[in-house]
């Protein structure tokens, strides 16, 4: 179902007494502050923190997301962390395709498609994420970039199970850059997205998609980047790293 969604991605960052604190913090300003209604908030953290933040939270409108699962179901695989592993923390979501994944870790469409059927089978929603790099959007080909990474990484999927997926668009040369994508330019993208989503799936099923715009969002621009018909809400990467911060954030999208 499209909702108003903001979701916190942690990345590697906070210890595990920190990040158990930051979200407890979290839940306290949901919990005690006006302004988050009708916002759903998720805590993207590292897999270590899962379990005891799923637990600590006692608010309705925030759940928990791993930021990465393995391709495999179990076995011999050292160091991976299974789809079954996180949802067995009380997490319900699983961020993939993230571009620190498919950048640093080379996570191609194909290792893709194998941890979205993971995630799925494992009963996680999924936040996909896809974005073009500077030079892409430069050359005028970051709409083809897109469209091959939700074909490539998505469009093997049921309808039913596309419920199941929040698309967040992130532009590569806006994360952690300080250089946010103007409204215009969120909105130009998320509409396009929206377009594809109903060549493959009908326009109903593009209509319940939520779409998230990710790159430099912070308490400052989120106002005017929400205000945008088909942004759905935020992934926030340092932003979401304070408390304070984070809930200005659904604030903003609880505002429009
Ligand atoms: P920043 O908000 O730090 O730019 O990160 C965005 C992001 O990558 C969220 O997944």
Same mark, same amino acid.
């Given at each position: 179902? &499209?909702?108003?969604?903001?979701?916190?991605?942690?990345?590697?960052?906070? #210890?595990?007494?920190?990040? *158990?604190?930051?979200?407890?913090?979290?839940n306290?300003?949901?919990?005690?502050?006006?302004?988050?209604e009708?916002?759903?908030?998720?805590?993207?953290?590292?897999?270590?923190?899962?379990?005891?933040?799923?637990?600590?939270i #006692?608010?309705?409108?925030?759940a928990?997301?791993?930021?990465?699962?393995a391709? @495999?179901?179990?076995?011999?695989? $050292?160091?991976?962390?299974?789809? %079954?592993m +996180?949802?067995?923390?009380?997490a319900?979501? +699983?961020?993939?395709?993230?571009? @620190?994944?498919?950048?640093?870790?080379?996570e191609?469409?194909?290792?893709? +498609?194998?941890?979205?059927?993971?995630?799925?089978?494992?009963?996680?929603?999924?936040?996909?994420?896809?974005? @073009? +790099?500077?030079?892409?959007?430069?050359?005028?080909?970051?709409?083809d970039?897109?469209?091959? /990474?939700?074909?490539?990484?998505?469009?093997?999927?049921?309808?039913? /199970?596309?419920?199941?997926?929040? =698309?967040?668009?992130?532009?590569?040369?806006?994360?952690?850059?300080?250089? $946010?994508?103007?409204?215009?330019?969120? /909105?130009?993208?998320?509409?396009?997205? &929206?377009?594809?989503?109903a060549?493959?799936?009908?326009?109903? *099923?593009?209509?319940? $998609?939520? =779409?998230?715009?990710?790159?430099?969002?912070?308490?400052?621009?989120? %106002?005017?980047?929400?205000s945008?018909?088909?942004?759905?809400?935020?992934?926030?990467?340092?932003?979401?790293?304070?408390?304070?911060?984070?809930?200005?954030?659904?604030?903003? &999208?609880?505002?429009?």
């Amino acid at each position: 179902m &499209r909702k108003k969604i903001v979701a916190g991605n942690w990345k590697m960052n906070k #210890t595990f007494a920190e990040g *158990v604190e930051l979200a407890r913090e979290v839940n306290e300003y949901v919990r005690y502050k006006e302004g988050s209604e009708g916002v759903s908030i998720i805590l993207g953290t590292p897999f270590i923190h899962l379990a005891k933040v799923a637990h600590n939270i #006692t608010e309705p409108s925030i759940a928990v997301s791993a930021q990465n699962c393995a391709t @495999e179901k179990a076995g011999a695989y $050292t160091g991976e962390i299974s789809a %079954d592993m +996180v949802a067995s923390t009380g997490a319900k979501y +699983v961020i993939l395709g993230h571009s @620190e994944r498919r950048s640093y870790y080379g996570e191609t469409s194909e290792i893709l +498609v194998k941890k979205v059927a993971q995630a799925l089978d494992s009963k996680l929603d999924i936040i996909f994420c896809v974005g @073009e +790099v500077l030079e892409e959007r430069e050359g005028n080909k970051h709409f083809d970039v897109v469209k091959k /990474q939700l074909t490539d990484g998505l469009f093997n999927l049921a309808a039913e /199970q596309f419920a199941h997926i929040v =698309i967040a668009y992130e532009p590569v040369w806006a994360i952690g850059t300080g250089k $946010t994508a103007t409204p215009d330019q969120a /909105q130009e993208m998320h509409a396009f997205i &929206r377009s594809v989503i109903a060549e493959k799936y009908g326009q109903a *099923v593009a209509d319940e $998609t939520s =779409i998230l715009y990710g790159g430099s969002c912070n308490a400052k621009n989120a %106002d005017e980047i929400f205000s945008k018909p088909d942004v759905d809400g935020g992934l926030i990467g340092g932003a979401s790293l304070k408390a304070a911060d984070f809930f200005e954030i659904i604030k903003s &999208r609880a505002r429009h």
